[in-house]
């Protein structure tokens, strides 16, 4: 059977690299990005790029070989990813991102998250779910009365930011602070940015700020456990002598890096498409019980990290072609989570849509620790929308997103209701 092909788009290029540099513009990709993936898709599926500024790397867009590549061994992920950000090799920001699980390559990748994991089940998770609830109707008390409100800042900001200091037990007190730190790690890492000076000043400021805070948090819970990530983490500890509490600080950072933007997009970014579905917001309205496939619905149409690098340790085949040793690969999720070849009519929001099995948590070593965290905190959040606030209307024309690829997200979202 042959694979469904889109008809290529007149309006846009046809040359993979002019695709590519247009994805990767902000300005120039604008309201294309889909359409963007198709058209490369379409003409180069297997593609290496010859933009130097980001290692010349070879890109994917076919949902079968970016299940593929996620599996397989010779593509890794490791600290060059933490170098490609720029800046002084030897920052305090640089040194503690390296010890993240996410830029490390088995065997370490393997053992520090198998430790880290014991202390997040999904029983720990699961019984988040009272307060996510009780915080997201508790934003729209705050709000109802007003008839409306921007989305971003008032409500899908506040979801995960609230939820992670919960899990990991900072107190409330400290969340403004630690906000202001984890915002300034991730304006850091935007790779939007050029690295001057005063941005690396404000990463290390923050990476030390958020250090010296969970080393005295860390301490005051072996004194003292308690029932939250932190404890859990430093029990762990006891047994393992291979967990230094650098690396519980840089699990810390990683969870709020990790969990934060994305899953704010994704609430964002999930009111918007259901906004512009009606039809599809009515049916979940009446039937509420959708809801949890309806988060991966929206999870698989418009997808929050929209990109993942890898790099080859060796020779790997690929369709045809020969990924070298030392290439970099760029696994475009939201391009496999529209791959036509794989979801019938993609473009559709569908909440009813069966397997969907979408790329936007990764997959194999290194898929999302969070997952099941972000999925409650955007069943919670975007259920409670479907029944608080019915009327719900976007305010402006064209949706406004931010210049960063690789963490997808709408700048605003205005609404009434
Ligand atoms: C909608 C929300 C989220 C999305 C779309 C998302 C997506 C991803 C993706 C694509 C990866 C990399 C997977 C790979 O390369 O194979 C990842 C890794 C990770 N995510 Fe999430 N994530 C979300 C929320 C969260 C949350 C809430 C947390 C925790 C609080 C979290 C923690 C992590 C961690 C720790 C890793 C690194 C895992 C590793 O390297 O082994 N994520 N996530």
């Known amino acids: 059977m042959s694979e469904p092909r889109l008809p290529l788009y007149d309006d846009l290029p046809t040359e993979p690299g002019e695709i590519f ?32 500024r980001v290692g010349r790397p070879w ?18 992920k490791d600290e060059r990813l933490v170098d490609q950000l720029g800046g002084r090799a030897d920052s305090p920001y640089k040194q503690l991102l390296k010890r993240m699980m996410a830029f490390i390559p088995p065997p370490r990748h393997t053992r520090l998250r198998a430790l880290v994991n014991r202390a997040f089940t999904l029983r720990s998770v699961e019984s988040l779910r009272p307060g996510v609830r009780a915080l997201v109707h508790g934003l729209l008390d705050e709000r109802e009365a007003a008839g409306g409100m921007e989305l971003v800042a008032d409500y899908a900001f506040r979801i995960p930011m609230a939820t992670i200091c919960e899990l990991l037990g900072v107190p409330l007190d400290a969340v403004p602070e630690i906000r202001r730190w984890a915002g300034d ?86 009111a918007l498409a259901l906004a512009r579905n009606p039809g599809e917001f009515q049916k979940l309205r009446e039937r509420p019980e959708l809801i949890a496939n309806a988060a991966e619905e929206l999870l698989r149409f418009d997808t929050p990290v929209q990109l993942s690098v ?57 898929f999302c620790l969070g997952a099941s965290l972000a999925r409650l905190e955007i069943q919670e959040g975007i259920l409670a929308l479907a029944e608080r606030l019915p009327g719900l209307r976007v305010e402006i024309e064209e949706p406004v997103y931010k210049p960063q690829l690789h963490l997808h997200g709408l700048e605003a979202l205005p609404v009434s209701w």
């Open 21 to 52: 540099e247009r994805i990767l513009d902000h300005e120039r990709r604008g309201q294309d990005l889909v359409r963007l993936y198709h058209q490369l898709r379409e003409v180069a599926p297997v593609y290496h790029s010859e933009v130097e």
């Open 310 to 366: 890898n790099f080859a340790l060796e020779d790997v085949p690929c369709r045809g072609e020969t990924i070298r040793k030392g290439d970099a690969v760029f696994l475009l999720r939201g391009a496999a989570n529209r791959d036509p070849a794989r979801f019938l009519d993609p473009d559709r929001l569908d909440l009813e849509r069966r397997e969907i099995e979408h790329h936007s948590f990764g997959l194999g070593a290194h």
């Open 59 to 76: 890109i994917l867009t076919r949902y079968e070989d970016i299940t593929l590549a996620a599996r397989e061994k010779g593509l890794v």
């Open 185 to 270: 790690v991730t304006r850091r890492s935007d790779e939007s940015l050029e690295v001057d000076p005063d941005l690396e000043r404000l990463g290390d400021e923050a990476v030390l700020g958020f250090s010296d805070f969970f080393r005295e948090l860390i301490a005051s819970r072996r004194r003292q456990p308690r029932d939250d990530l932190i404890s859990d983490l430093v029990a762990v500890q006891r047994e393992a002598s291979d967990l230094a509490d650098e690396d519980i600080i840089a699990t810390a950072l990683l969870l709020f890096q990790a969990g934060h933007d994305t899953t704010a997009n994704m609430i964002g970014k999930g």
